[in-house]
């Protein structure tokens, strides 16, 4: 087995193929097993970057086989995010595929997001709604949330 840390996904998908195989590192991670556990967490968040039909099959609502779920934990994590969008009422495909991938926000973005999120936070008849359940209003604060939690692009100098 080549010990060369992949740096693509599908060089990590390939690798995660060869560990699988290999009933002593299976057995281990099985076990709990540190190093294991912690390669494996690494290998499926590379295989997983930009992996288009993951977000597709999310976005298609597809579950997850036990074999993706080994292979690809990233799948059931993208389903999952995929229902937590939608129970927020965010149903944009661009939405979804903006998360799903990490694209990252431009600092103007971002802080366009932080002031409409400010003044929401300080108007008491939006707030009331929001705590109330009201649907808009929790799409509004997903929304902004989606934008706040992304990474800021960095600028060209």
Do not use: C
Not at 7 to 29: C, I, M
Not at 112 to 125: G, Y
């Amino acid at each position: 087995m080549d010990n060369q840390e992949p740096t693509t996904p599908d060089g990590a998908r390939g690798r995660l193929a060869e560990l699988k195989a290999n009933s002593e590192w299976r057995d281990a991670f099985v076990a709990g097993n540190g190093p294991q556990v912690a390669e494996f967490r690494r290998l499926s968040e590379l295989a997983a970057k930009g992996d288009e039909q993951i977000i597709s099959d999310a976005l298609a609502g597809k579950a997850p086989s036990i074999d993706q779920i080994f292979i690809d934990p990233q799948m059931r994590d993208a389903t999952h995010t995929i229902e937590a969008l939608r129970g927020m009422g965010i149903h944009e495909e661009n939405v979804a595929r903006s998360v799903l991938d990490g694209s990252p926000v431009s600092a103007e973005e971002r802080n366009q997001a932080s002031i409409a999120k400010d003044r929401l936070m300080k108007d008491v008849d939006w707030t009331k709604k929001y705590l109330a359940g009201d649907g808009e209003a929790r799409r509004q604060m997903g929304l902004l949330n989606v934008i706040l939690t992304r990474s800021v692009k960095e600028s060209a100098a």
